[in-house]
Nanobody, 118 residues
Framework: QVQLVESGGGLVQAGGSLRLSCAAS????????MGWYRQAPGKQRELVAS???????DYADSVKGRFTISSDNAKNTVYLQMNSLRPEDTAAYYC????????????WGQGTQVTVSS
């Protein structure tokens, strides 16, 4: 059974930092592209950052220079370090695991809320 368990969300003032973690189980972690998505009320879910098995990273333009994605294969965990947070970063953040070339091997966590106050 695949599980992605996010943690680290919360309430922070604008300009502050948070680090999200996503612990994966039930998958061969090193074979997956791991990503963080977010969804604000009334908006579509959007990709925030992703990291491939080869450690290639990609970021949404809105978070470049502020957020950093990283992974620890020994712990089957992916992180999202979020600095210089803005009120517009407020959203539910979801962890995603995607096996390249296998469309059915795509999994989601339950989400963690990030709220940035102005």
């Amino acid at each position: 059974q695949v599980q992605l368990v996010e943690s680290g969300g919360g309430l922070v003032q604008a300009g502050g930092s948070l680090r999200l973690s996503c612990a994966a189980s039930g998958i061969i972690f090193r074979l997956y592209t791991m990503g963080w998505y977010r969804q604000a009320p009334g908006k579509q879910r959007e990709l925030v950052a992703s990291i491939t098995s080869g450690d290639y990273t990609d970021y949404a333009d809105s978070v470049k220079g502020r957020f950093t994605i990283s992974s620890d294969n020994a712990k089957n965990t992916v992180y999202l370090q979020m600095n210089s947070l803005r009120p517009e970063d407020t959203a539910a953040y979801y962890c995603n695991a995607d096996r390249p070339g296998y469309s059915r091997l795509r999994f989601w966590g339950q989400g963690t809320q990030v709220t940035v106050s102005s």
